[in-house]
């Protein structure tokens, strides 16, 4: 590769996610009532923690934090996937391109370190409870977002390094809805392969290496909750379902996409929409569905709503 880059196309041709009206125009409105309803949803949580002092906790932090990050989640590329299933010609621009690669991955790993607090949290909840407060501090709540964007920005510029020496001289065009870099390397006038190895093991080893972390961690909890069956360990035993539930979400298609060493473009296209807009429609409808402290918060937000409304 020579130093600087070479490239000169300055756009790239999505070929979206079917060439069937019909299935367009259902996709069009399956997506954009998902992503109202993930913006409400999560704006909804968001709120809640923030105005309902009876979930100023670490654990209610943590969620409020992850909800955040959900709000970025479906806006990266379902906004711009809603309104080309519009147009015949779905294109973006290259800085465009490079923008979507950043934040996906930037987001991506907020929230793997917010999944891994969170597991933490439930951890020194359950098995350390005396010392819960004293660990679980706003100092570790900080330190926690901190590390989670700290490490997802240097990770996020370091995936952006591999295309900085890239020519892109044509082909222009991406068989996805949206941009990023296993399929971005593959488009480069240079052989590729060993960035694509580099990838290809940088990702999965982050991946692997999370989730088999969250695993360990969610089996030692659930170890400890089934040695003590009472009514706390059953509300614990409620709380971890969920958890678990929204790891295994988020985990699942992003070890597919990532590190599948055999790329199906229909299948990571059907991963992809998933990830983009039915993960963060569900997250927030998990943790209020198994959470009565929050479905209690968000019946008081609707109550004053309606006083409010009466009043004025």
Known sequence: ??????????????????????????????????YV??????????????TDPLLHSPMYFLLANLSFIDLGACSVTSPKMI???????KV???????????????????????????????????CKPLHYLTVMSPRMCIL??????????SHSLSQLAFLVNLPFCG??????????????????????????????????????GSFFMLFISYVFILFTVWKHSSGRSSKALSTLSA??????????????????PYPSSQMDKFLALSDAVVIPF?????????????KVAIKRIFRSLVIFRQIS
């Open 1 to 34: 590769m020579d130093g600087g880059n070479h490239s000169v196309v300055s756009e790239f041709v999505f070929l979206g996610l079917t060439h069937s009206w019909e299935i367009q125009f259902l996709l069009l409105v399956f997506s954009s009532v998902l």
């Open 37 to 50: 309803a993930s913006m409400t949803g999560n704006i909804l949580i968001v709120f809640s923690v923030t």
């Open 83 to 89: 309104c080309d299933l519009f147009r015949r010609r």
């Open 92 to 126: 973006i621009s290259f800085g465009g391109c490079i923008t979507q690669i950043f934040f996906i991955h930037v987001i991506g790993g907020v929230e793997m370190v917010l999944l891994i607090g969170m597991a933490f949290d439930r951890y020194v909840a359950i």
């Open 144 to 153: 926690f977002l901190a590390a989670a964007w700290g490490l997802s920005i």
């Open 171 to 208: 082909p222009n065009v991406l068989d996805s809805f949206y941009c990023d870099l296993p399929q971005l390397l593959r488009l480069a006038c240079t052989d590729t392969s060993r960035l694509q190895f580099i990838v290809l093991v940088n990702n999965g080893f982050i991946c692997f």
């Open 243 to 260: 958890h678990i539930t929204v790891v295994l979400l988020f985990f699942g298609p992003i070890m597919f996409i990532y590190t599948w």
């Open 282 to 294: 569900l997250n927030p409808v998990i943790y209020t569905f198994w959470n009565k402290e929050m």
